[in-house]
């Protein structure tokens, strides 16, 4: 059996959306989420824990805990049945990867747990300025009998948005509180981030595609570089809401750079994949982000 992880690590996830709605918030209409002072679009951890555990249950045949399940008749199983799948607590972390990546709450009848996740996600932001749109259409069928006619439809959608997000994977919240998460997990949910994006396939949903995903792994004890993803920044020639593909700009990684080679000492590793499509500029030359992390040592990821 594989042991529990023994380094932290730090991970930066950049994902863009076209003409889709990346998170939207039930109490506004379902609308996207967006900072009213600055025009940033805002993406709740819920949501990307929610494409990871989704990937994992659906296509890697993993236990996992919090996920929408239903018995024979269609209804809505709750967290007492989902705990009685499993049995005890350690149960649940034994064989639930969620758990031991995010951690879980539960105080249902005499079993109550509570774990802090090893893994924990910022919110992710918009790198640049977002335009929501609202459309509206129509359907054939009528919504009830006796009309004769079909019925409207609207949706609150974003024409772009390229969104980062930050996390960091510590090895002293799995210690402390003996939760068994290994590397093997960690690359499942690497995996699950970058090919699950891809599988957001609803009619809200579709549009998403993963552009960039570094893992950071330290051999430095208790120690992250921290916010690495305020050390890049989307740079293009247009207005910000006249941003339409991930072409219209490139990633400025500079400051990113800079801070992996100020703690070179620190990292053990550097992992990375990133889409054929992202352009990558270095003090606003383009570069090859293969050449720029050539003094590390060096894993690139395939999914």
Request: glycine residues 6%.
């Amino acid at each position: 059996m594989n042991s529990t992880i023994k380094n932290r690590s730090e991970i930066l996830f950049l994902y863009d959306v076209s003409f889709a709605n990346p998170n939207g918030d039930p109490v506004d209409e379902n609308k996207p989420r967006i900072d009213e002072e600055t025009g940033i679009n805002i993406v709740t951890d819920v949501r990307l824990k929610r494409t990871i555990r989704d990937y994992l249950a659906e296509y890697k045949g993993k236990d996992v805990f919090i996920l929408e399940t239903r018995d024979k008749d269609g209804k809505l199983r709750t967290k007492d049945d989902r705990i009685s799948d499993f049995g005890s607590n350690e149960d649940i972390i034994e064989k639930c990867i969620d758990v031991r990546l995010f951690g879980a709450t539960t105080a249902v009848k005499d079993k109550t747990m509570t774990l802090t996740g090893p893994v924990q996600f910022g919110y992710g932001r918009s790198l640049h300025k977002v335009n929501m749109t609202y459309i509206k259409g129509t359907t054939v069928m009528p919504s009830q009998s006796g009309n004769n006619q079909g019925t409207f439809t609207e949706k609150y959608i974003l024409p772009y948005s390229l969104i980062s997000f930050y996390g960091i994977v510590n090895e002293n919240a799995a210690k402390n509180q003996n939760i068994p998460l290994t590397d093997e997990d960690i690359d499942l949910m690497l995996e699950a981030m970058w090919n699950g994006t891809k599988n957001l396939m609803s009619n809200s949903k579709m549009g998403h595609m993963p552009r960039f995903l570094l893992q950071v792994v330290m051999k430095e004890k208790n120690y992250q570089i921290g916010e690495l993803n305020k050390r890049i920044k989307f740079v293009h020639d247009v207005e910000d809401e006249e941003l339409r593909d991930i072409k219209d700009g490139k990633i400025e990684i500079k400051e990113l750079v800079e801070s992996l080679n100020a703690n070179k000492d620190k990292i053990s590793a550097v992992r990375y994949v990133a889409d054929e499509r992202v352009v990558f500029s270095l003090n606003g030359d383009v570069c090859d982000i293969d050449d720029v992390l050539k003094g590390f040592s060096v894993e690139k990821l395939s999914f």
